[in-house]
């Protein structure tokens, strides 16, 4: 099985996220890190990809793909919710 070089974006504190990224290009030596979020968490998952390639990985990392898309899934009251996705997906410079 291939190894998945995901963050999920969640509720735990921003510079954890940021934190997960750069070790896993600095101590995995991953050649790309894929940053996932989901609703409400997207924006969170856009400042993570930006301060770590700006500020943590500056000149070293920069971003290759950006996939937008929504889910739909069936809430506690039984009734369809679309929510939307985003991954971001920072990659080694060349």
Do not use: C, H, W
């Amino acid at each position: 099985m291939a190894e998945d070089n995901s963050i999920f974006i969640g509720g735990k504190p921003f510079m954890n996220y940021v934190t997960g990224v750069v070790m896993q290009f600095t101590t995995k030596n991953v050649p790309e890190v894929t940053i996932k979020a989901r609703g409400k968490f997207i924006s969170r998952a856009v400042d993570v990809a930006e301060v770590a390639a700006k500020r943590f990985l500056e000149d070293t990392v920069e971003v290759k793909d950006i996939k937008i898309n929504s889910e739909e899934f069936e809430n506690k009251e039984g009734k369809q919710v679309r929510v939307s996705t985003i991954e971001i997906t920072l990659a080694k410079k060349k």
